[in-house]
C-alpha cells in the first residue's frame, strides 16, 4: 500500500497512485470485492445504516433481484446491463417477375401440389449489382437461372414473397410457397418455411359489369429466422392461372 502526502491512496501499484485519486487498485489477476449485503427494499435505510448518495453494495437478496446496486439518496437502483443495439432491415435485394407483352403470361401448373419455380427477370435494387433496375450481375446473391438467394453474409434475414395471379374461373386456389435449404449446419435440410393460399375472387371493371371481368387471386408470405454463410432461399406457387407480371415479387432485407 502506498499513501501520499496529500493522502491518495494505492494498493497494488507500482508507484504513486494517481493525484486525482482518493484510492486507486492496480491488479493482473484480483477483482474488487464489492460488500455483500441482503437489501430488504429499495428505500431500505437500516441495512447499510444511513446510507449516502453514491454508496455501491452488491445485494444477494433474490427476492429484490441479486445485483450490484447504487444509493441516490432516496432509493437503491440496481445498475442495469446495457442495452444491446436494436437491429433495423435494410433491403438487400428485391426482384420482380415481368410477364411476357402477351397473354397468357407464365402459366401455372394445373395442380396446386405441384411445385413451379418463379425466376424473377428484372432487379429494383441489389447490393451485390450496382444501380437500379436491370438484370442480374454475375456476382448476384441470387441466380436467375435457378430463382436460388444464396446468404453470403450470416445474420438476421427477412424475405418477402408476394404474388399476384389470373385464373379461368371463381373459386380455384393459389398457393405460394418459402423454401429454405440449411447448408451452415449439418445435415443439410430443405424445409418449407412459410406458406400462403388464396382462392379467386371475381374481379369486375370499374363501371361494374361483368364485360371484361377477370378472377384474380394473390397474396403475401414472409419468413424471418437466422440465416447462415451458404443457406439457401427459393420460392414456389401453384394452382390455376397466370401469373402476373410486377405484382409478383421477392424481397429480402438483413438485420444490422
Same mark, same amino acid.
Request: hydrophobic content about 35%.
Given at each position: 500500500?502506498?499513501v501520499?502526502?496529500?493522502?491518495?491512496?494505492?494498493?497494488?501499484?507500482?508507484?504513486?497512485?494517481?493525484?486525482?485519486?482518493?484510492?486507486?487498485?492496480?491488479?493482473?489477476?484480483?477483482?474488487?470485492?464489492?460488500?455483500?449485503?441482503?437489501?430488504?427494499?429499495?428505500?431500505?435505510?437500516?441495512?447499510?445504516?444511513?446510507?449516502?448518495?453514491?454508496?455501491?453494495?452488491?445485494?444477494?437478496?433474490?427476492?429484490?433481484?441479486?445485483?450490484?446496486?447504487?444509493y441516490d439518496?432516496?432509493?437503491?437502483?440496481?445498475?442495469?446491463?446495457?442495452?444491446?443495439?436494436?437491429?433495423?432491415?435494410?433491403?438487400?435485394?428485391?426482384?420482380?417477375?415481368?410477364?411476357?407483352?402477351?397473354?397468357?403470361?407464365?402459366?401455372?401448373?394445373?395442380?396446386?401440389?405441384?411445385?413451379?419455380?418463379?425466376?424473377?427477370?428484372?432487379?429494383?435494387?441489389?447490393?451485390?449489382?450496382?444501380?437500379?433496375?436491370?438484370?442480374?450481375?454475375?456476382?448476384?446473391?441470387?441466380?436467375?437461372?435457378?430463382?436460388?438467394?444464396?446468404?453470403?453474409?450470416?445474420?438476421?434475414?427477412?424475405?418477402?414473397?408476394?404474388?399476384?395471379?389470373?385464373?379461368?374461373?371463381?373459386?380455384?386456389?393459389?398457393?405460394?410457397?418459402?423454401?429454405?435449404k440449411?447448408?451452415?449446419?449439418?445435415?443439410?435440410?430443405?424445409?418449407?418455411v412459410?406458406?400462403?393460399?388464396?382462392?379467386?375472387?371475381?374481379?369486375?371493371?370499374?363501371?361494374?359489369?361483368?364485360? /371484361?371481368?377477370?378472377?384474380?387471386?394473390?397474396?403475401?408470405?414472409?419468413?424471418?429466422?437466422?440465416?447462415?454463410?451458404?443457406?439457401?432461399?427459393?420460392?414456389?406457387?401453384?394452382?390455376? /392461372?397466370?401469373?402476373? /407480371?410486377?405484382?409478383?415479387?421477392?424481397?429480402?432485407?438483413?438485420?444490422?
Amino acid at each position: 500500500m502506498r499513501v501520499t502526502a496529500t493522502g491518495n491512496v494505492g494498493i497494488g501499484t507500482a508507484g504513486a497512485p494517481n493525484s486525482s485519486a482518493i484510492l486507486q487498485l492496480d491488479a493482473i489477476d484480483k477483482a474488487f470485492y464489492l460488500p455483500r449485503v441482503q437489501l430488504l427494499t429499495p428505500s431500505d435505510t437500516t441495512t447499510v445504516l444511513s446510507p449516502q448518495a453514491g454508496m455501491v453494495v452488491f445485494n444477494t437478496n433474490t427476492s429484490m433481484g441479486v445485483g450490484l446496486y447504487i444509493y441516490d439518496g432516496n432509493y437503491w437502483l440496481k445498475a442495469a446491463a446495457p442495452t444491446p443495439p436494436v437491429q433495423m432491415p435494410y433491403m438487400v435485394l428485391a426482384y420482380k417477375y415481368t410477364a411476357p407483352p402477351a397473354a397468357p403470361y407464365t402459366k401455372l401448373p394445373t395442380a396446386a401440389t405441384t411445385p413451379y419455380y418463379l425466376l424473377f427477370d428484372t432487379k429494383i435494387i441489389d447490393e451485390d449489382c450496382p444501380g437500379v433496375g436491370g438484370s442480374p450481375c454475375a456476382g448476384s446473391a441470387y441466380d436467375q437461372t435457378t430463382g436460388i438467394y444464396t446468404v453470403k453474409t450470416a445474420g438476421l434475414y427477412q424475405f418477402n414473397f408476394t404474388v399476384g395471379a389470373s385464373t379461368v374461373g371463381s373459386g380455384n386456389n393459389l398457393v405460394y410457397r418459402i423454401i429454405r435449404k440449411t447448408v451452415s449446419n449439418a445435415p443439410v435440410t430443405t424445409t418449407q418455411v412459410a406458406y400462403g393460399s388464396s382462392l379467386s375472387t371475381q374481379l369486375f371493371p370499374p363501371d361494374g359489369s361483368s364485360v /371484361g371481368a377477370t378472377f384474380v387471386a394473390g397474396g403475401t408470405v414472409t419468413y424471418t429466422d437466422y440465416m447462415g454463410v451458404g443457406d439457401q432461399i427459393s420460392t414456389n406457387i401453384g394452382g390455376v /392461372g397466370s401469373v402476373y /407480371g410486377d405484382m409478383t415479387s421477392l424481397s429480402v432485407y438483413r438485420y444490422r
